[in-house]
């Protein structure tokens, strides 16, 4: 047994995975042995969530059963909508909010008593989970913001009914085109924190409804999914400074402080999926005959390119792109989960198909020959 220490688990093998492939080199995203830019272009988020669950594409047939059995769970129990209410009314934090909500869905959930390693009772509890997660998400932000929620639709796209429940109206096609990308482009990245804590949780034969909020608090935290959030918030901060943007770049680092949106643990290269989203936010700002927020990121892009040698990250573009959709800021990282949600289930799944306890050790540092001392002569 190896004494290394590696933190982090840098660079650590833990798990074979059929899921996704990441070379890090070339900025190239891989899931099920489809290229994401393939994928992005051509496929819908309920395609590439059958992909990841059962191995493969699905054709016409299967895609229409799949996503009609996963558009009949997106209505809430009105006990977890009261508690998504008290919660919006409490003005919890959205991340927080819906960590706990989906703790909550096991109570309702007919198959909450089946064995941690019942594939079939998992996929059907993974589609509950991934239907229902946007339509807490709206909920909370609605409710949040004065307003009553929506109800949500059987009719409509995972995407489009999204974006229905959040706004009270129909996305054009346009918007749900880029959310619907969106979704596909996040939906899984490997062993990521948030995986990797479902796959510990799962691991234990703790059930779907316990790996999945640990998944949720893991994303929360501004190194990994709350990063989006922060980009967003300094782009905002840029825009209110009246200084151009490599002029704010170089305050901020000057100052100490990080520009969000930059750098990887695994790509040394630009992220394929801000490369694919740095172009849609583009269109959008073109469609709204304003190029502000996509001149501010590549002004800024280009310079850490150069002065750094960092290349932007997801996060570095998806922040302006859900800004241009009209999403709320502080929802981007829930978006997140609504997406990342899939890929957790993929992993768990593959981890209950071949599971082992994940038990790593921890190197002892401390004094290991003290004498004990009653309390009385202390």
């Known amino acids: 047994m190896s004494d290394e220490l590696k933190k982090g688990l840098e660079g650590v093998l833990v798990a074979e995975s059929e899921l996704s492939y990441i070379d890090g080199d070339a ?32 054709n016409s047939e299967e895609l229409a059963e799949f996503t009609e059995a996963m558009s009949a769970e997106r209505e809430l129990h009105d006990d977890v909508l009261d508690l998504v209410r008290s919660l919006a009314e409490a003005d919890e934090n959205p991340m927080a909010a819906l960590r706990t909500a989906v703790s909550s869905l096991s109570a309702h959930d007919p198959d909450a008593e089946a064995d941690p390693q019942d594939r079939e009772a998992n996929l059907r509890k993974g589609r509950r989970i991934t239907a229902k997660i946007p339509t807490i998400i709206a909920a909370f932000t609605r409710i949040r913001d004065g307003e009553e929620p929506v109800e949500p639709r059987e009719d409509l796209t995972h995407a489009e009914n999204f974006l229905y429940m959040l706004n009270g109206e129909e996305p054009d096609e346009v918007l749900a085109e880029t959310f619907d990308m969106a979704l596909v482009l996040h939906v899984d990245h490997g062993l ?65 402080e990080r520009v969000p949106g930059f750098g990887h643990r695994v790509y040394n290269v630009k992220d394929p999926r801000a490369r694919i989203l740095s172009d849609k936010s583009k269109a959008l700002g073109e469609a709204a005959g304003s190029l502000k927020w996509f001149e501010y990121s590549t002004s800024i892009e280009d310079w850490m390119k150069d002065e750094k040698g960092l290349a932007p990250n997801v996060d570095f573009y998806s922040a302006s792109t859900y800004y241009q959709m009209g999403i709320p800021v502080d929802i981007f990282t829930p978006i997140f989960a609504m997406s990342r949600v899939g890929g957790w289930i993929a992993h768990v799944l593959e981890q209950y198909d071949d599971n082992r306890l994940i038990r790593p050790r921890g190197r002892y540092i401390g004094s290991t020959d003290e004498e004990f001392v009653p309390v009385e002569e202390r």
């Open 27 to 58: 900025g190239e995203l891989i899931y099920r042995g489809y290229s994401i830019d393939d994928l992005a272009r051509d496929a819908s988020y309920e395609e590439v969530l059958y992909l990841l669950w059962h191995g493969h594409l699905p």
């Open 192 to 256: 990521n924190a948030s995986t990797f804590s479902s796959m510990v949780i799962s691991s234990t034969l703790a059930d779907l409804h316990s790996a999945i909020p640990g998944g949720i608090g893991a994303l929360s935290g501004s190194l990994h999914g709350g990063a989006n959030q922060d980009v967003m918030e300094a782009l905002l901060e840029l825009d209110e400074s009246g200084k151009e943007p490599v002029e704010w770049a170089k305050d901020k680092l000057e100052a100490g």
